[in-house]
């Protein structure tokens, strides 16, 4: 192990060993540029402990959150009214637009999808709403 990742990490190894408890962290080292997941276990002998390289997670979730700002911003800054049907848990988040353009906050309308489906058509309701579900 790189010095400078022995000198950061030494102080969280003698607490797991000297509490005999196991700890889990995730430690960037910026000589080799990765991330790690560490797993401690004391062990009558010391501390076994294993690293995993999660340094792809961590690009990932900082993608995510790049996008997801990026979203906000938007949504914040355009004229139109946004909303975003989650059709996992089947809630509906819209954006301050509906306030705006319309005089009422996302707070007044129904928690769920009908506050969308409940304005299609009556004749049109059944099938736009299971075409949605099938895509």
């Known amino acids: 192990m790189y010095p ?5 990490l030494s102080g969280i190894y003698e607490t797991a060993v000297r509490d005999n408890r196991s ?6 080292n910026p000589v080799m540029k990765e991330w790690f997941s560490l797993n401690l276990y004391p062990t009558p002998n010391g501390l076994a402990v294993y690293f995993r390289v999660i340094t792809e997670r961590k690009e990932a979730e900082a993608k995510i959150r790049e996008s997801e700002e990026r979203f906000r911003i938007v949504s ?4 139109d009214v ?15 637009g509906m306030r705006t353009l319309f005089g009422y906050g996302p707070e007044k309308l129904p ?25």
């Open 76 to 79: 914040q800054a355009t004229a």
């Open 111 to 135: 928690p769920g999808p009908e506050s969308w489906t409940d304005h299609l058509h009556p004749e049109d309701k059944t099938r736009v709403v299971n075409g949605i579900h099938t895509i």
């Open 82 to 96: 946004v909303w975003d049907w989650n059709l996992v848990d089947n809630t509906i988040w819209w954006n301050e």
């Open 23 to 28: 700890d889990r962290l995730e430690y960037y």
């Open 4 to 8: 400078e990742a022995r000198a950061g």
